[in-house]
């Protein structure tokens, strides 16, 4: 198949209500022409009825959307010319693999023939060849994903929409498609809106991430932004594990325990001197202290007893309390060097944190937010 | 899943009959402990209901055959002779082509509008719809005298007693019901994702609810038109109150005969009618295990 001419999306002040909740509560969202954007959001937080909107199926109570220059919100579904690939597949299961792929094809009545070629281009883009006269049930689920897929794209639309499309694969084969879905986007280049709730998959597959919740885009940013300089504590703990730790402002400068914290420069987000600030501890940027190191002077210092140590395969994790209470986790590699250096429990220990990662989040303004966040990050876990 | 623990109780009751008797008996009924002995009673508790509910049918199958001029059970002698008086009456020939036409006219009807609302119910969001539900499933619920009542002095004010048109109004009234809860069934196990999909690939509503949902669903159909059909054509109080001579319905005339004079006539018209009533009821069952199978 061949690459696609992509269209941007532009999403203003979209509203969603049902009864009182709000499913989307004025989303604005630039999506950019050829990118493979995703939304991520907890349960709930509205990235379906976001994607149900771009594909036309729920109309939202205010708000404009375009693709391109052209105004959609109030056309039907069938008229956008949108690709769109479901969680359960939605394979028709009355048909054959053929059927299914070529039916965008047969309803815009192309000739036999041709539709015959481009699904066999279609079925080798996915690499399912010779699958065309299988039925539905007889594939696996992998199979039945790229089936899908290849129905979403076989008639050349210039936006791709995906609702969490791998969330019923095994952990294997869902990788595998990670990369393979990728793969396609780059082949094909058109406009991708993918939908998911593991954050390990949005890191891995996007070229910008939002992150929805309550229905408000919370940060609109490519994975490494997203990962290192989270727009909020939600952010921070939705993504990846992190410990926040209050940060007082001293003389302008941002202080932890009333010890000046050297800061990264440079990252518009990290403003040193917002009041209620809160400073991002993530496990494997943590390390202990060594004072032979050559650099010593380039880290902030946290000291802490040591508590219990998981052993987890590639990894190993030692959970620290510092001196105010907080529980932290460092993440180490398993290796025989590093293991044998682990401090052992009951021991002090001083933690280090580079500056160039160290990175201060705006707090939440309301000061129960920040407890309920920093009681649950103290568990440290993460799917 | 199923057949596993059934094959591997035949296997150790064939490796081990010798300690059992081996009879089927002593066997397990089920994948639970009690044997077929402990299950006798229920056996013959469900065989004695089976006869009671099938009996009374079944009984008229010889009395048709018989060859005196009264009812009779058991016939004495046989013949054809009451299948070919059926056969030579007119008004029993004008009274199954009406019944006929009515139950065909009946299943056009009441399909497609049953279709339509089973989908609308069940597509639509709106709290209102379950009692909507609720409304369309009533015919079922009230006594169907009542039902033929109300309906003769509607039609006296519209001039639609006596006529086809009439008739297959009213069962179309009675049979909606069923057909709607049957094809409302179907669609509960139909994806509706796959209409979504179907549309976002470039398809009308319309078209996609007939090339995508609609197949998925005919087995419920057809089971729903092959209920309507039988409500049709097996009624006799509302034809008894809105239909007369030249517009009676078989079943009209056969109670109508069985009043008046009683002869085997009527034993040939029921088996006959069991037969249609059963071959339809054994198709619609057919198409509902299919359909069941299927999803
Ligand atoms: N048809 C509906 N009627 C009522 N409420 C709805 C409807 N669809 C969605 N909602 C509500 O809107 C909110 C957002 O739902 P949505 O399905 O978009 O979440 P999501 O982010 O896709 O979640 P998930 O990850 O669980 O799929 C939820 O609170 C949900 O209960
Ligand atoms: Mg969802």
Redesign the interface.
């Given at each position: 198949m061949q690459r696609i001419d992509a269209l941007p999306i532009h999403i203003r002040a979209v509203t969603k209500t049902y009864g009182a909740v709000y499913a989307l509560d004025g989303v604005d969202l630039e999506v950019r022409s050829g990118e493979f954007l995703t939304l991520l959001g907890p349960s709930g937080s509205g990235k379906t009825t976001l994607l149900m909107v771009l594909a036309g199926f729920t109309r939202p109570d205010a708000g404009s959307l375009k693709f391109g220059d052209a105004e959609v919100i109030r056309m039907p579904p069938h008229r956008r010319e949108v690709g769109m690939v479901f969680q359960n597949y939605a394979l028709f299961p009355h048909l054959d693999v053929a059927a299914n792929i070529g039916f965008p094809l047969k309803l815009r009545g192309i000739d036999k023939n041709d539709i015959h070629a481009r699904v066999e281009s279609a079925l080798a883009t996915v690499q399912l060849q010779g699958f065309g006269d299988r039925r539905i049930h007889q594939l696996s689920g992998g199979q039945k994903q790229r089936v899908a897929l290849a129905r979403a794209i076989i008639f050349e639309p210039r936006i791709l929409l995906m609702d969490e499309p791998l969330s019923a694969l095994d952990k294997k084969l869902r990788e595998h498609m990670q990369i393979e879905l990728r793969r396609l986007h780059e082949q094909l280049g058109m406009t991708t809106v993918y939908v998911t709730h593991d954050q390990r998959e949005a890191l891995t597959m996007s070229d910008r991430i939002a992150v929805i919740n309550h229905g408000r885009l919370i940060q609109l940013d490519d994975p490494r932004a997203i990962y290192d300089h989270p727009a909020d504590p939600f952010v921070a703990n939705f993504i990846g594990e992190s410990v926040l730790l209050p940060v007082e402002i001293i003389d302008g400068k941002p202080c932890y325990r009333g010890r000046p914290l050297q800061v990264a420069a440079g990252h518009a987000r990290d403003d040193k001197t917002t009041p209620g600030a809160l400073l991002m501890l993530r496990p494997e940027r943590l390390v202990f202290m060594d004072d032979a190191r050559a650099d010593a002077a380039a880290y902030n210092r946290f000291d802490g007893v040591v508590g219990h140590a998981v052993y987890q395969g590639e990894n190993f994790v030692t959970y620290i309390t510092l001196d105010d209470g907080h529980e932290v986790a460092v993440r180490s590699v398993s290796r025989k060097q590093s293991l044998a250096a682990a401090p052992p429990p009951g021991s002090t220990v001083t933690l280090g944190l580079h500056r160039d990662e160290t990175a201060l989040i705006p707090g939440h303004t309301a000061a129960a937010g920040n407890n309920n966040n920093d009681a649950e990050t103290n568990r440290g876990h993460k799917p | 899943m199923n057949t596993a623990p059934r094959y591997m109780a035949g296997r150790m009751s064939g490796r081990i009959s010798g300690r059992f008797s081996g009879s089927w008996l002593s066997r397990p009924a089920s994948d639970t402990q009690v044997t077929h002995r402990g299950r006798l009673w229920l056996y013959a508790l469900a065989a004695l209901i089976m006869i009671f509910l099938v009996v009374p049918t079944l009984i008229v199958i010889p009395m048709s055959f018989s060859g005196s001029q009264y009812l009779e059970f058991p016939p004495r002698d046989w013949s054809m002779r009451w299948y070919d008086n059926y056969l030579q009456t007119s008004e029993w020939m004008t009274a199954t082509w009406v019944s006929i036409k009515a139950a065909v006219l009946t299943v056009l009807v009441v399909t497609p509008l049953a279709t339509m609302a089973a989908y609308g119910l069940y597509v639509s969001q709106l709290k209102a719809a379950r009692y909507v539900f609720i409304l369309l499933i009533t015919p079922m619920m009230v006594p169907v005298i009542l039902i033929a009542i109300g309906v003769f002095f509607a039609y006296t004010r519209l001039r639609l007693n006596n006529t086809m048109l009439g008739l297959v109004l009213a069962h179309s009234a009675l049979a909606l019901p069923l057909c709607l809860i049957v094809i409302s069934a179907g669609l509960k196990s139909y994806?509706m994702?796959?209409e979504?999909?179907?549309?976002?690939?470039?398809?009308?509503?319309l078209?996609?609810f007939m090339v995508?949902t609609l197949?998925?669903i005919r087995f419920s159909v057809i089971t729903g038109a092959l209920l309507a059909f039988i409500v049709s054509f097996d009624e006799v109080i509302v034809a008894l109150f809105i239909t007369g001579s030249g517009m009676s319905t078989i079943t009209r005339s056969m109670f109508l005969a069985l009043r008046d004079q009683i002869d085997p006539t009527i034993a040939a018209i029921s088996t006959i009618l069991i037969l249609i009533t059963t071959a339809a009821l054994v198709a619609a069952q057919i198409f509902g295990r299919t359909a069941q199978k299927?999803s």
């Open positions: - | 994806d994702n796959q979504r999909v179907a549309r976002s690939l470039g398809a009308s509503r078209r996609a995508i197949p998925q299927k």
